[in-house]
């Protein structure tokens, strides 16, 4: 079959934003229904398991000029509905955005600002579970097996304990947590009721779906309609699935369009960082940043993972350094700025789309959840010198059609040093990535390679190019813990 993924996202750079804690401001004059909310949280305090900041989406409408100048043109956001936790997981209403983030009203406003200045936006979809207050589940609590909505969850006795861990909760939940009752995916009306709730969000003009925990649902067929519904709705709508381990299973062209590819994360993390990658930060998560790789190793993994699926697939993997479920990368490293910038190179440079973790781009720190969830810094608090370096990277990645599109290509490796190009047509970009803590000098024959460098487009270093016998010679100097990108 001929495998067609969403244009879109092959030229997407996203970030991915944690709605509580990026941004928060007052509606405009006109939105007098708008529900702030009380006992808030000091935003600029360390987050609590359970405490909300109020962040909304009249802040991060404010927010999309500083968006638009980093490089982003599309958005992915962690839960928005009505819930009962500050993450959202938990949904109690799939057609009503949380009041605490300014309800429909501010997502409506939100999108048409969003899409007047041409980001796409994609939401979560939690559909594996709910809250314990979403009304079906709900009507079950209060009337037990008279409930004309039984059959929806997979009741396994009575009394139903739904709060009181002394006794057994009598039903199945996601990771045994009486708090996320799981859906019964097997039964058809709630089968239709999510594949209402995708389309509903699509009429609405979201730009796609990713799907949490998708693959928990096991129910036969449940996703391949779920994509073919969607497409029906908007052929373009980007479906991305939160599978952390290879996922040829769901990469087949019949259900998703791509994974967060935790695989590109933790090859690159353990390349760049090394033995500075704190284990106690990245041993819950299931990805495995350790241990070390040397620059032959991370070759064959990035080879490996890119023969691993269909090319139109890889093209809308969605590919990132750190996530709400991860500590943050900066953290991970043990502070290390040389790992963050060589990773992030890395990131803006292989075949998929690059997400940013809201803060990360300005040097925000975080350990395991809920530090990695911290509030969006001041100004004041920013490192302008790793911010300067996403955005000069991520232009390079919109000027140059073979950063996104182009064929991939190991050029050298050894130890230390990791050289590879990216082709499209008669443009070839060549990124050279030195993670050994002494400068290295690497000489290539271009002609065998057919290479015509003419200029360094990013990064520290030199190189010059010599005739020697009829054959094209190419020298790259790299500096420690460095990378270079020529043309």
Not at 310 to 338: M, P
Request: proline letters at 6%.
């Amino acid at each position: 079959m001929v495998i067609q993924t969403p244009e879109w996202v092959k030229n997407a750079v996203f970030y991915q934003i944690f709605p509580d804690r990026f941004a928060i401001s007052q509606p405009p004059q006109g939105y007098n229904n708008y529900l702030q909310g009380a006992n808030l949280e000091p935003w600029e305090q360390l987050p609590q398991l359970q405490t909300y900041k109020g962040g909304n989406f009249w802040g991060i409408i404010e927010q999309l000029d500083y968006l638009q100048e980093l490089g982003i043109n599309a958005i992915y956001f962690t839960p928005i509905f009505q819930s009962t936790c500050n993450h959202r997981y938990h949904t109690h209403d799939y057609y009503q955005v949380d009041p605490l983030l300014g309800g429909n009203q501010a997502f409506r406003e939100f999108l048409k600002q969003a899409h007047l200045r041409n980001f796409k936006v994609v939401l979560d979809g939690v559909f594996n579970h709910v809250g314990r207050g979403f009304f079906f589940f709900n009507d079950i609590l209060e009337n037990g097996p008279h409930s004309p909505w039984l059959n929806w969850f997979m009741i396994e006795g009575w009394p139903l304990s739904a709060y009181d861990g002394t006794y057994p909760a009598n039903y199945a939940s996601w990771v045994g947590n009486r708090a996320l009752p799981k859906f019964n995916h097997d039964e058809p009306q709630v089968r239709e009721y999510i594949m209402q709730v995708g389309e509903y969000w699509l009429n609405q003009g979201i730009d796609g779906w990713r799907l949490d925990v998708p693959n928990e649902v096991v129910a036969e067929g449940f996703w391949q309609e779920f994509r073919q519904r969607v497409k029906q709705v908007n052929p373009e709508a980007y479906i991305v699935g939160e599978i952390w381990c290879p996922a040829e299973q769901w990469l087949d062209g019949t259900q998703f369009d791509g994974v967060m590819n935790y695989q590109f994360t933790e090859a690159t993390i353990a390349f760049c960082g090394g033995d500075r990658i704190l284990k106690e930060y990245v041993e819950i998560p299931p990805y495995y940043p350790y241990p070390a790789l040397n620059a032959a190793e991370y070759a064959q993994k990035m080879e490996t993972l890119l023969a691993r699926y269909d090319w139109q697939i890889q093209l809308t993997q969605l590919n990132l350094l750190a996530s709400h479920d991860t500590a943050r990368l900066l953290t991970v490293a043990g502070e290390d700025l040389d790992t963050v910038k060589l990773s992030t190179l890395l990131l803006l440079t292989f075949p998929g789309a690059p997400s940013i973790y809201y803060g990360d781009e300005v040097g925000l720190p975080g350990g395991i959840d809920p530090d990695s969830r911290r509030s969006f810094p001041p100004k004041s608090d920013w490192n302008r010198d790793l911010l300067k370096y996403h955005q000069q990277l991520i232009h390079l990645r919109h000027e140059y059609t073979s950063l996104r599109t182009g064929d991939y290509q190991v050029l050298f490796v050894n130890s230390h040093v990791y050289i590879f190009s990216r082709t499209s047509g008669s443009e070839t970009i060549v990124v050279a990535v030195n993670n050994g803590e002494q400068a290295h000098n690497v000489t290539l024959n271009a002609s065998k390679l057919d290479l015509n460098i003419d200029r360094i487009l990013f990064g520290d270093g030199s190189f010059s190019v010599e005739t020697n016998s009829n054959q094209k010679i190419l020298k790259l100097n790299l500096s420690a813990r460095s990378g270079l990108i020529l043309k």
